[in-house]
Structures are given as structure tokens and as C-alpha cells.
């Protein structure tokens, strides 16, 4: 256990200095989330649900697994096949937790379980507690065994590890597997490919850490391999697993969901490290389609329970509508590579739209409850007939677990996602109360945002260069000033100077409510109107609405929405009124109790 020296903490996703793209990330010590809306989850994230993610863990013996792999106890593996993987990410988890508040217990936690991890691990590198004990070998079933998907989030949390404390414990397991896998796997080896994406990623990342090539070349090859006919001849379909078309010839996203957005963001990784511009421009046109006609309004990816799968274009059913959480995070994932990539405020307003909607639903105010789906809409006297479903309300963990510890992740490296810079300037991408370290300065974030548009850029400390400071202007927020002048919405305003400590920014947000329309090819939606709130979907709760049958409720064309500060609700909110109706925000909904609930109400 030992840390390596004068390291600074990166970002979970850290390109190299030669990678194709336009924006930089910080480390992760360079921006902290100081309060507010997200303050609050962080909090709640390290206090209750990252300790309550490890006690799960071992109720439902994933680790106790590691523990029969490695020789310290008997017995048959339990839980899915892929179980492995949810110890991974929780060990991301704590890794970048510990970077954004150092705490020895945690570290000892992380530590402790990277030792079992290790000892777990086969003399050749290859590591996995649960399919040689149920199928008798390796890779014999690798669309569905999961086997470089559980590699992909191991290494991934051995990454996270070393750049949040130092320590290459599980850096070490991971570069024996991936030699494993180079070893085992590509052009004139076994020419396979796993049935559920991420080891890409992962691979990329690993390279960006060690410098070693070899693990590009793989992660490049496993993204062209897909789509040529391979895990069609194990005898599955293969529009499930995006393996009906090569990733370089795809014009949009299909099959599973997580699947699809997963191999999407190792593919925008290897396309910026290999400079690939014709491959990166494919993946741009495929995440135009998935926003333009796969993409609910909350940002929920996935309208098919069937597969758990994006459907046809403008299928997105309400009350049947998956939006898995894990799909909302993968499309976070891709959303920021690309905005490194390009620069594009769009992702940047995707990312946000994301966040604050199809990704927080998924998690209860108390932090320890949790969306497996985030339907649009829950019938009156809904039946609860599987434990994903939204008519039981949030719950404590599932059968199927891979949503919980990936919340914990993201929460955990969320200040990583606040700003980037580039060449003598800084970008804002995210407003909440922070601090940001970049560009030569130190800025404070002030804001009570997303409640009030007002956000106060205050330079602490100025470099002795003159700095641009581009603030990202939302594609709603038409009428939006930074110190009073109009500004476009839709793209960065820049405000570039020789700043000095105390100089101040004001960006001014219009956050007015606002009905929108679907697209009119949207059958479930179509007539109906949702309530939006600068970058807030808004949700009628049968909670608030006791006297109306939601199924039933409709609204006027020319109704007027009112909005009501609430201190007091869910934490402090600004509610809506239209029609006689109230409106929380859609995150939120489901912290009361299970209930009926809708999105779309039609126009009477």
C-alpha cells in the first residue's frame, strides 16, 4: 500500500496532451461544490450513501464472492453474473469521495477491499469471483457472462484510486488483467467481444495512466469489432447489443440502452487519442439522432422495458418509458466527452438537463433510496409487479444492483463535471456554489441556481495574464445577460480581461416557466404540454393534487403558470401552479410515498 508522490488528484476522464479535442478537464481538486441543491446530494452521498452501499454489499455477499475466490471462505457465488461490478464501483466511489474530502476510515475501507480484490485475482491476471464457479471456465459465453465488463469497472475504480489518493494497490490488479486481455483477445487472438460495453472506456483511461499503447489498440479494436456479425454468431440478436451496425457506419443509438451509450462514450476516447476525426464526427451524429428522437424531455434514455432498450425514433411511451438510471449516467459520460471533444455548449446543456432530471430522479432526498426506472408517468392505483417499477417508490437496493453504486460514483466526481479550460481561458459549464481552481485563477461561484438565476463569478485570485471566463448560456435562456448586455442563448459568453482579485461577473438566467410541446410525432405526448423551469421538468405528484385524478387532469391552451417559493418542501423549492394543478419538480417526486404521477398533461 504504497501512494505515490506529488501526485494531483485527475479527473475521472483525463486525456493526454497529444488527444485530439478542444477542452480540458481540472483535476478534481480544483473545483468543490460549496452548497445548495448539489451540495446537499454530495453530502447526503458521503454521509449515508456510500456507507450504506458497502453495508449492501455485503448483505448481499458481492463481496463474500471475493472471499471464496480468494480462498478465505466457502461456498457457491452469489447474485448475478455480474456482480463484481457493483464492488467496483463502489470502490470508484470511495476513491473519488476520498479525494474530495480525505478520510482515513474510508481510505482503510478502500484499501481493505483492493487486498481481498487482489488476492482474488488468478496468477495469469484474470479476475472474476462468479462465472468459473458457475460455468466451469472463461469467456464461454461472453455476450452474456459480463466478463470484460466487470474488467472495464475494475479498472476504471483502480484509475479513480490512484488519482484520488495515491495509492496504486488496485492499479496493479488492473494493469495484470489488462495485460491479460491484450494477451487474449484481438486481431489473430480470440476475436470476441463482450455483449455489454465499458471496457473501452476503461482501457482508454488506463492508457492515459500508464502510457501504455497496447491498451489503446485494444479498447480501438473492441469498437470496430462491433457490428461485424460476432455476437451474432453466438446465436443472439444483435440489435440488442448495438452489433447491427459497425460504431463507424451507425446514424443513431439502438438496443439496450446502457449498452448504447456506454460503447459510445470508449468510442469518443479512442476517436479523440487516435485522432480520429471521421469516427468522432460519426459519434456526433449519432448523439444528434438519440437527442432529437430517442431522448425523453427529462433527458431519461430508453423507452422499452423489453431489452431495457431504446426504440423506434419518437417512441417514447410515458408509463412504460425505462429511463434506466445507469442510462442517464452513461449519457452524462458520452456527453462530456464530447464536450471536451468539441467544445459545444449543447452537451454542456445536455449534461445539466441529465443531471438535474433523468439522473436525480433516480435517487431519494435521504440519499439511501433508489429508481432502477424513471417512468414519465404512474397510473392511479398502479400495480407494483416488479421491483423496478416506479408504483413501489424508491428502494433500498435491488436484485439487479448496478443503479445505486453508479449514483454514488457520479455524485462522488461531480465537482470534476463544474468547469474545464483551455488556452489562457476557463469554462463554466455547471452553476452551483463552488470554488474553481483553473486558468492561473481562483473563482467563487455564488448562486442559489437552479431556483434563481442569478449567478455572481467573483475572481479571488487573478493570474498576471489577461483570462477569458466563458459562461455557458442555456439553449432555453433567451434573454440571458452577463452584467446587463444581451448575450445568445445556446453558447458560451465570453468576458476576457486583466482581471484583479474582488472583480465580479454577473450572469443573469430568465428561469420563467414554460409549456412545451413534444415533437408531433410523439403519439403518447402528443396534445399534451410538460412544465418547465429553466433547466427543471416539473412533475403533477397525486400528493398535491388529492382532489383530481391525474389519469383524468387536463390543462387550457392559454393557462397561465404561477410559481410559489416553498422553504419549507422537499428542501427548499419553487413550485408551480397551472390549471389548478401543482407541480413539483420531477426529481423529486416519489420522497412523500409512492404515488400516482404524470409528466404530459394533454390540452383540453
Known amino acids: 500500500m504504497t501512494p505515490t508522490s506529488l ?26 461544490v460549496t452548497g445548495g441543491l448539489w451540495r446537499d446530494r454530495i453530502e447526503r452521498n458521503t454521509a449515508a450513501g456510500i456507507p450504506s452501499g458497502r453495508a449492501q454489499l455485503v448483505t448481499a455477499q458481492n463481496i463474500r464472492n471475493f472471499e471464496i475466490a480468494a480462498g478465505d471462505a466457502e461456498g457457491e457465488p452469489a447474485g448475478p453474473v455480474f456482480a463484481d461490478s457493483d464492488v467496483y464501483k463502489w470502490l470508484e466511489a470511495a476513491a473519488w469521495e476520498y479525494a474530495r474530502r ?9 484499501l481493505d ?53 495515491g495509492h496504486d494497490d488496485l492499479l496493479q490488479v488492473a494493469i495484470r488483467l489488462a495485460d491479460h486481455l491484450v494477451a487474449t483477445f484481438g486481431p489473430g487472438k480470440t476475436e470476441d467481444v463482450d455483449g455489454h460495453p465499458v471496457i473501452e472506456t476503461a482501457l482508454v483511461e488506463l492508457f492515459r495512466e500508464t502510457g501504455t499503447r ?13 457490428g461485424h456479425g460476432i455476437l451474432e454468431a453466438h446465436g443472439h440478436q444483435p440489435t440488442y447489443f448495438s452489433d447491427r451496425v459497425p460504431v463507424r457506419e451507425a446514424t443513431t443509438v439502438e438496443g439496450h440502452a446502457v449498452r448504447a451509450v456506454y460503447l459510445a462514450a470508449g468510442a469518443v476516447d479512442v476517436a479523440v487519442e487516435t485522432g480520429d476525426d471521421a469516427l468522432l464526427a460519426q459519434l456526433e451524429r449519432q448523439y444528434d439522432a438519440m437527442q432529437r428522437e430517442k431522448q425523453y424531455v427529462t433527458g431519461g434514455l430508453g423507452s422499452r422495458w423489453e431489452g431495457e432498450a431504446f426504440g423506434d425514433p419518437y417512441e417514447l411511451p410515458n408509463d412504460r418509458a425505462y429511463a434506466e438510471t445507469c442510462a442517464a ?5 458520452w456527453a462530456w466527452r464530447l464536450l471536451l471533444a468539441t467544445g459545444k455548449a449543447r452537451y454542456a446543456d445536455q ?10 430522479a433516480g435517487l431519494s432526498l435521504a440519499g439511501t433510496e433508489y429508481f432502477y426506472v424513471n417512468a414519465l408517468q404512474v397510473r392511479h392505483d398502479a400495480h407494483a409487479d416488479d ?14 444492483a448496478c443503479c445505486p453504486p453508479n449514483i454514488m460514483r457520479l455524485l462522488a466526481s461531480l465537482q470534476g463535471y463544474v468547469a474545464t479550460e483551455a488556452d489562457g481561458s476557463v469554462q463554466i459549464h455547471q452553476y452551483a456554489p463552488s470554488r474553481i481552481s483553473a486558468g492561473g485563477a481562483r473563482l467563487k461561484i455564488e448562486t442559489d441556481y437552479p431556483w434563481d438565476g442569478a449567478v455572481r463569478i467573483v475572481v479571488e485570485e487573478a493570474p498576471g495574464a489577461p483570462l477569458a471566463i466563458d459562461l455557458r448560456i442555456p439553449e432555453w435562456a433567451e434573454g440571458a445577460a452577463v452584467d446587463g448586455a444581451p448575450v445568445a442563448a445556446g453558447s458560451y459568453a465570453r468576458v476576457e480581461r486583466a482581471f484583479a482579485a474582488g472583480d465580479e461577473i454577473l450572469l443573469t438566467l430568465p428561469l420563467s416557466p414554460r409549456l412545451v410541446e413534444a415533437h408531433p410525432r410523439v ?21 398535491d393534487n388529492p382532489d383530481v385524478v391525474l389519469d383524468d387532469a387536463s390543462i387550457g391552451a392559454a393557462s397561465e403558470v404561477a410559481e410559489h417559493r416553498e422553504p419549507g418542501l422537499l428542501g427548499g423549492i419553487t413550485a408551480l401552479e397551472v390549471g389548478g394543478l401543482r407541480a413539483i419538480p420531477y426529481h423529486l417526486w416519489a420522497n412523500r410515498g409512492p404515488s400516482d404521477m404524470r409528466v404530459w398533461l394533454p390540452v383540453a
Open 7 to 32: 501526485r494531483s488528484p485527475a479527473a475521472p476522464a483525463a486525456p493526454t496532451a497529444s488527444a485530439r479535442g478542444t477542452l480540458r478537464p481540472i483535476p478534481i481538486d480544483a473545483a468543490a
Open 102 to 110: 480525505p478520510d482515513e476510515q474510508l481510505l482503510r475501507d478502500q
Open 113 to 165: 477491499l483492493t487486498a481481498l480484490v487482489a488476492r482474488a485475482q488468478a496468477d495469469d491476471g484474470y479476475l472474476n469471483t462468479v462465472v468459473p464457479a458457475r460455468q466451469g471456465g472463461r469467456y464461454g459465453e461472453l455476450p452474456w457472462s459480463h466478463e470484460h465488463y466487470c474488467a472495464g469497472h475494475l479498472i476504471q475504480a483502480a484509475v479513480a484510486q490512484v488519482r484520488a489518493t
Open 214 to 226: 497496447a491498451y489503446l489498440d485494444l479498447a480501438r479494436w473492441f469498437v470496430d469489432a462491433r
Open 329 to 333: 449516467i452513461g449519457g452524462i459520460q
Open 351 to 360: 449534461i445539466e438537463l441529465m443531471l438535474l432530471n433523468g439522473f436525480l
Open 387 to 400: 421491483e423496478r417499477t416506479p408504483a413501489n417508490g424508491r428502494l433500498g437496493w435491488f436484485d439487479c
Open 523 to 543: 403519439d403518447a405526448s402528443r396534445g399534451c404540454r410538460a412544465l418547465v423551469r429553466g433547466p427543471l421538468v416539473y412533475a403533477f405528484e397525486g400528493v
